[in-house]
């Protein structure tokens, strides 16, 4: 039996699948969906879903329909994440049975991760067994992924030779999955994948904005048509993209757990004792792996953000006891990136609709006043909205631009550094870290020139 999953990055997608076949699984990601995903999502599911109902659906269906041959009810299962929130994430599995049904595959299995014991026996007589092993290898799998995308984007804006980033993320994605597939021997290849880091050439010191990516977690996570490729766009147009992690979601999973058993917490104390001792044991143990794996990157990725930072950023604006989609989070990022020098401008995507996207968005202009005018866009995505998500970007993209220059110009001012000195700078290795005391990247690559 193999078994199919995806929905997030390349990265993460590729690196989940060496994990698991790690552990004695076939498992096979999905392509990135695309617009056809989305179309015969349209076509099989109800009417009024939320984009990343209708791009997941589709592009299992699309899948399905391509291997018809093989008798995929028996061949395949599919695991993605369930929820029950209170905003439609919480429909997914149903929209899923649906749609499978109506495409001609009524007895196609699904499982959605959740805490059940149903969940837990159904997946166990498919043959996937949810134990400690598992989620471990997952965690990994999904961690490397978020640090090989943080470091990606902080390099690619800035190589010499075109196309050496990709090559080192393709290298390094088969040397980190052998090693989660052998299940030993990571040290070793995170030492080699920054070995590898150390011979691609970049040139910091051209300005360039950093736009920092929030918004619906499908929506700002995807790297296909659900979002217009918006990372990679980014690059094309002369920015240096700040992408979230896949950690950050599962961090914010437990801590959103952790507030609502405390709150629970009269009516069974010892069960909410048991639970936050869990709870707790999974924090430690998440922030461990991400940061063990980035010391050995040579700390070149961002430490993972802490929850209750974000919580208390957001608190004047959003109470962080509402649950639905990102939660506070995209309003505690968004202070994060102003507070932190993480960025220049704050662009929030979402699919068209998505209600608590829409309610962060309320806020988030006061949210802007009150950081002393901080640069923000929200965008929806409805799959044909491009020209207009983009031309909406680009008009942000070039008030950016200027913070940018203005910030390179005024630090040439402050640590004395003159053209000719920056002109004779030569090109540095991408595993070179940074020192963090502007926003733009070029303005602290010259503290290397001092
Ligand atoms: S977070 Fe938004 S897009 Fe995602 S399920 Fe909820 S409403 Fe839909």
């Given amino acids: 039996m193999k078994i199919l999953f995806g929905g997030l990055t390349k990265a993460h997608d590729t690196l989940i699948s060496f994990a698991l076949s790690g552990l004695g699984y076939e498992a096979i990601p999905l392509p990135t969906p695309d617009n056809e995903s989305l179309r015969l999502g349209k076509e099989y599911c109800?009417?009024?879903?939320?984009?990343?109902?209708?791009?997941?659906?589709g592009n299992l269906i699309k899948f399905l329909l391509s291997v018809k041959e093989e008798n995929p009810e028996e061949e395949y299962v599919f695991v993605t994440a369930?929820?029950?929130?209170?905003?439609?994430?919480?429909?997914?599995?149903?929209?899923?049975?649906?749609?499978?049904?109506?495409?001609?595959?009524?007895?196609?299995?699904?499982?959605?991760?959740?805490?059940?014991?149903?969940?837990?026996?159904?997946?166990?007589?498919?043959?996937?067994?949810?134990?400690?092993?598992?989620?471990?290898?997952?965690?990994?799998?999904?961690?490397?992924?978020?640090?090989l995308n943080d470091i990606y984007y902080k390099t690619k804006p800035y190589e010499i030779q075109k196309g050496e980033t990709d090559n080192w993320r393709e290298e390094s994605l088969?040397?980190?999955?052998?090693?989660?597939?052998?299940?030993?021997?990571?040290?070793?290849?995170?030492?080699?994948?920054?070995?590898?880091?150390?011979?691609?050439?970049?040139?910091?010191?051209?300005?360039?904005?950093?736009?920092?990516?929030?918004?619906?977690?499908?929506?700002?996570t995807t790297e296909g048509d659900a979002n217009y490729r918006l990372a990679s766009w980014l690059v094309e147009e002369g920015a240096e993209p700040v992408v979230e992690p896949v950690s950050t979601w599962i961090d914010y999973l437990i801590f959103k757990r952790e507030i609502d058993t405390k709150e629970r917490a009269f009516k069974d104390r010892l069960g909410a004792l048991k639970t936050l001792a869990g709870l707790l044991a999974l924090k430690l143990y998440l922030r461990a792996v991400y940061n063990a794996y980035r010391f050995l990157l040579g700390n070149k990725p961002d430490p993972l953000k802490s929850q209750k930072k974000l919580a208390k950023y957001?608190?004047?604006?959003?109470?962080?006891?509402?649950?639905?989609?990102?939660?506070?989070?995209?309003?505690?990022?968004?202070?994060?990136?102003?507070k932190h020098k993480l960025a220049h401008l704050v662009v929030s995507v979402k699919p068209f609709g998505c209600m608590p996207s829409t309610q962060s968005d309320g806020v988030q202009q006061k949210v802007s006043k009150d950081l002393g005018g901080s640069l923000f866009v929200?965008?929806?995505?409805?799959?044909?909205?491009?020209?207009?998500?983009?031309?909406?970007?680009?008009?942000?993209?070039?008030?950016?631009?200027?913070?940018?220059?203005?910030?390179?110009?005024?630090?040439?001012?402050e640590l004395n550094i003159n053209e000719e000195r920056i002109k004779s700078a030569k090109p540095v290795s991408a595993d070179?870290?940074?020192?963090?005391?502007?926003?733009?990247?070029?303005?602290?690559?010259?503290?290397?020139?001092?």
């Fill in 46 to 57: 109800n009417k009024g879903q939320c984009n990343p109902t209708y791009y997941t659906v």
């Fill in 174 to 220: 088969f040397i980190l999955g052998e090693a989660l597939k052998e299940r030993k021997g990571l040290r070793k290849a995170l030492s080699r994948v920054r070995e590898k880091l150390r011979s691609v050439k970049v040139n910091y010191l051209v300005p360039k904005p950093k736009v920092k990516i929030t918004g619906e977690f499908f929506a700002q």
């Fill in 378 to 413: 929200s965008v929806e995505t409805s799959g044909d909205a491009e020209a207009n998500v983009k031309s909406r970007i680009l008009m942000k993209l070039y008030e950016a631009k200027l913070l940018a220059r203005e910030e390179f110009e005024r630090a040439k001012k």
């Fill in 432 to 450: 070179t870290r940074l020192p963090r005391r502007y926003t733009t990247t070029a303005s602290n690559a010259l503290l290397l020139l001092k």
């Fill in 82 to 147: 369930g929820a029950c929130g209170p905003c439609r994430f919480g429909m997914y599995e149903m929209e899923y049975r649906k749609a499978l049904k109506e495409a001609g595959f009524p007895r196609f299995r699904v499982f959605a991760f959740e805490q059940s014991k149903a969940f837990f026996e159904s997946a166990q007589l498919a043959g996937i067994k949810l134990d400690r092993e598992f989620f471990k290898s997952l965690i990994k799998a999904i961690v490397l992924g978020d640090l």
């Fill in 314 to 338: 957001a608190q004047p604006y959003y109470s962080p006891k509402l649950a639905g989609g990102e939660g506070h989070m995209e309003v505690g990022k968004h202070v994060y990136a102003k």
